[in-house]
T-cell receptor, first 111, second 113 residues
Framework: DAKTTQPPSMDCAEGRAANLPCNHSTISGNEYVYWYRQIHSQGPQYIIHGLKNNETNEMASLIITEDRKSSTLILPHATLRDTAVYYCIVRVHSGNTPLVFGKGTRLSVIA | KAGVTQTPRYLIKTRGQQVTLSCSPISGHRSVSWYQQTPGQGLQFLFEYFSETQRNKGNFPGRFSGRQFSNSRSEMNVSTLELGDSALYLC????????????FGPGTRLTVL
């Protein structure tokens, strides 16, 4: 079972920041937080991952709370092409554990 | 660098038939994983191959099998197809170790009639 909780859906105005929350209150010390997104009927796309420090790349920023029980994915300037289902996944960085996907958050970016 | 490719992209089969799907990983990637996505169950892990050996397996019946070739390309086979096998089958590759990021292909849409 997925170890994360996400809101089922969110709306965001085009050009504004999209802040997608994720709760992972049972996360272990050796588990990372990963974010993927899936645009309709395409394969999931990797966005970003982190352990405990905030991370930023060309796509997004990941903010992890100090107690690591929750995180927020930030898309700084959402566009219509960011409309997708966003998955938050916690996963150990060792061993051969697969990605376990929950239901994700369906983000709709509105013009 | 080219991404993960999957063939065919769409497939229609009838109950009882078998099907083989193909996945070519990103160049240099040695691990290939397969996932099934359905509206009811979401994305579920099938199995992972590394260096031609299955090193992890999900909770699917034995009708689902796979293999990996020496060039890291992988195939998955589903025998005795059932209506419930209709799904998007996704392949993901990564360099080698569990610390590497997985990159997904576009998927194969299988419809069983």
């Amino acid at each position: 079972d997925a170890k994360t909780t996400q809101p089922p859906s969110m709306d965001c105005a085009e050009g504004r920041a999209a802040n997608l929350p994720c709760n992972h209150s049972t996360i272990s010390g050796n588990e990372y937080v990963y974010w993927y997104r899936q645009i309709h009927s395409q394969g999931p796309q990797y966005i970003i991952h982190g352990l405990k420090n905030n991370e930023t790349n060309e796509m997004a920023s990941l903010i992890i709370t100090e107690d690591r029980k929750s995180s927020t994915l930030i898309l700084p300037h959402a566009t219509l092409r960011d409309t997708a289902v966003y998955y938050c996944i916690v996963r150990v960085h060792s061993g051969n554990t697969p990605l376990v996907f929950g239901k994700g958050t369906r983000l709709s970016v509105i013009a | 660098k080219a991404g993960v490719t999957q063939t065919p992209r769409y497939l229609i089969k009838t109950r009882g038939q078998q099907v083989t799907l193909s996945c070519s990983p990103i160049s240099g990637h040695r691990s290939v994983s397969w996932y099934q996505q359905t509206p009811g169950q979401g994305l579920q892990f099938l199995f992972e191959y590394f260096s031609e050996t299955q090193r992890n397996k999900g909770n699917f019946p034995g009708r689902f099998s796979g293999r990996q070739f020496s060039n890291s390309r992988s195939e998955m086979n589903v025998s005795t197809l059932e209506l419930g096998d209709s799904a998007l089958y996704l392949c993901a590759s990564r360099v080698a170790t569990s610390t590497d990021t997985q990159y997904f292909g576009p998927g194969t849409r299988l419809t069983v009639l």
